[in-house]
């Protein structure tokens, strides 16, 4: 059965740091690994898909990375700013299966 | 286009009182998703569908049910509330095609009910 865990659950930093978030899973056949933001009270924002047969995508000050033997994709943000602030949410699409399986997620805030 | 469109965004519910909560989307993806979010959760797949006509169960589908008529809505109804569906609930659809690598999710923006 496949598992999905983000690492830390919450993170607190001050603007302008660089940080990663992570996400890992337990079974490396999926088709792809999409991260998600979540705005308090809202829904969730596709952030990045990446393809099981990619090793990372960008967009603006965000590169996911994936590596798929190791069960690990890690989220990579450039220059936080307090408008990061959210929930972050990484999901995987198993291959046996037609569902997407999510993490808890990670908390994070980001503030001046 | 719309996207996912989810009614109603909030609903407050009596024990045993049923009712159906409706998604549309306007992108003619094939596969839909059902999940509920509870407080410091993840979001856990009630009911899903691959296509009109077909659907199949999630993790959490008792006291749940579903119906896909059509390629763009997915209603999910709540037959007999209770306080254990309490919950924010959030629809999504993705295009599932040969290969499926590029299979991108969109949500819709959640229904928040609360049954008392």
């Known amino acids: 059965k496949q598992e999905v865990t983000q690492i830390p659950a919450a993170l607190s930093v001050p603007e302008g740091e660089n940080l990663v978030l992570n996400c890992s899973f337990t079974d490396s056949a999926i088709y792809n690994l999409q991260w998600f933001r979540q705005d308090p009270g809202k829904g969730l924002t596709s952030l990045l898909l990446i393809q099981s047969s990619q090793r990372e995508q960008t967009s603006g000050r965000l590169n996911a990375s994936l590596d798929k033997s190791s069960g690990r994709s890690t989220l990579y943000i450039a220059a936080s700013q307090p408008g990061d602030s959210a929930t972050y949410l990484c999901a995987v699409r198993p291959r046996n299966t037609d569902k997407l399986i999510f993490g808890t997620g990670t908390r994070l805030q980001v503030f001046p | 286009n719309a996207g996912v469109t989810q009614t109603p965004k909030f609903r407050i519910l009596k024990i045993g009182q049923s009712m159906t909560l409706q998604c549309t989307q306007d992108m003619n993806h094939n596969y839909m998703y059902w999940y509920r979010q509870d407080p410091g959760m993840g979001l856990k797949l009630i009911y899903y569908s691959v296509g009109a006509g077909i659907t199949d169960k999630g993790e959490v589908p008792n006291g749940y049910n579903v119906s896909r008529s059509t390629t763009e809505d997915f209603p999910l109804r709540l037959e007999l509330a209770a306080p254990s569906q309490t919950s924010v609930y959030f629809c999504?659809?993705?295009?599932?095609?040969?290969?499926?690598?590029?299979?991108?999710?969109?949500f819709g923006q959640g229904t928040r009910l609360t049954v008392v």
């Open positions: 999504a659809s993705s295009y599932d095609g040969v290969g499926r690598m590029n299979t991108e999710a969109f």
